[in-house]
């Protein structure tokens, strides 16, 4: 995000909080900017598994009686989340599996 003084005497609280990430988790080698490997760090964190992530969200907004499972029922209601989705290969996992 770009913030621009125009005057103000004081930044917004959002820009303060950007710039104490900036120093305290992005600027890893503290020079004052972001290198090619602390970016991409950022973008691609490496303890963060994108695939689970992306399956514990089609499970909590596709699972209406909250067990824990998936019924055909609810993954038909939310078709839309899982063809949409990478974790179903954008829907063709759904025609491949007879369980679903």
Known sequence: ???????????PEWVKTEREQFVEFRDKNRDGKMDKE?????ILPSDYDHAEAEARHLVYESDQNK??????EEI?????LFV?????????ALVRHDEF
């Open 1 to 11: 995000d770009m913030y621009s003084h125009d005057g103000d005497a004081d930044e």
């Open 84 to 92: 949409g989705s990478q974790a179903t290969d954008f829907g063709e």
């Open 38 to 42: 602390e970016t991409k760090d950022w």
């Open 76 to 80: 038909v209601e939310k078709y839309d």
């Open 67 to 72: 067990d824990g499972k998936l019924s055909k």
